[in-house]
């Protein structure tokens, strides 16, 4: 069996949450159980947890007992033309409904991948007036840049990002959203005791007077 643990914490938030994931060894199947200290600010409380069944590349089911909150999500690949299409199907609903449940939500997502290089994503919210376009360039032999550049019809509003891989692990990501002027720079390394590391920050480009927003993560993965 295998065992997942995740910590992660915001520092302009002050919060902290895990995440505890359990693959067993004669199955597909993968549990996993997060928690914000939501969950334990007042005595152990249901306020901030959240429970996940997933099969990878197959299905997904979110569960937050406190709210109620239920997650379906589907997924599924094709070959059509030699080209690799894979489709996302995702609904949000409230088990619980009432005038403070959030509304049901429904989204598709779809992807086709040309070569190792090069792919397309579209996302589209069943309702709304918009969907999102992503296109994703691996460059190099090596692949160890990717450039993706994304443009959301709502907003009338592009996104960038960009991501070097380097030997050894590291991995430097830049990203700037246009509509809400937020650029991000994010490190991560994975290291060859079976953890990773994660640490981002964000900026407000809009309002340079706030504080960046940190976040911290790690993980580590064990062989039960």
């Known amino acids: 069996m295998k065992a997942t643990v995740k910590g992660r914490y915001e520092g302009d938030k002050a919060t902290a949450a895990a995440t505890l994931a359990v693959s067993p060894s004669a199955a597909d199947l993968r549990f996993k159980a997060s928690a914000t200290d939501a969950a334990f600010a007042r005595g152990p409380s249901l306020e901030g947890l959240t429970i996940t069944l997933e099969k990878p590349?197959?299905?997904?089911?979110?569960?937050?007992?406190h709210s109620k909150d239920l997650r379906f999500q589907f997924m599924n690949s094709a070959l059509l033309l030699?080209?690799?299409?894979?489709l996302t199907y995702t609904h949000s609903t409230a088990l619980s409904p009432g005038p403070a449940a959030p509304p049901s939500r429904t989204a598709l997502d779809c992807s086709l991948t040309f070569d190792?290089?090069?792919?397309?994503?579209?996302s589209h919210t069943l309702g709304s007036a918009g969907c999102?376009?992503?296109?994703?360039?691996?460059?190099g032999q090596d692949r160890l840049?990717?450039?993706?550049p994304s443009f959301d019809t709502a907003k009338n509003a592009w996104d960038f990002a960009v991501t070097r891989k380097f030997q050894g692990g590291d991995a430097i990501k830049g990203t700037y959203h246009a509509s809400t002027k937020l650029l991000g720079l994010e490190w991560n390394r994975d290291s060859k005791i079976?953890?990773?590391f994660k640490v981002a920050a964000s900026f407000d480009l809009s309002d340079q007077s706030k504080a960046p927003k940190l976040i911290a993560e790690s993980t580590w993965n064990y062989e039960v």
């Open 145 to 148: 840049t990717t450039i993706e």
């Open 194 to 196: 079976g953890a990773s």
């Open 57 to 65: 590349g197959s299905f997904l089911v979110d569960l937050k007992p």
């Open 82 to 86: 030699d080209r690799r299409v894979s």
């Open 116 to 122: 190792p290089a090069n792919k397309l994503n579209l």
């Open 132 to 139: 999102r376009v992503k296109y994703s360039y691996a460059h």
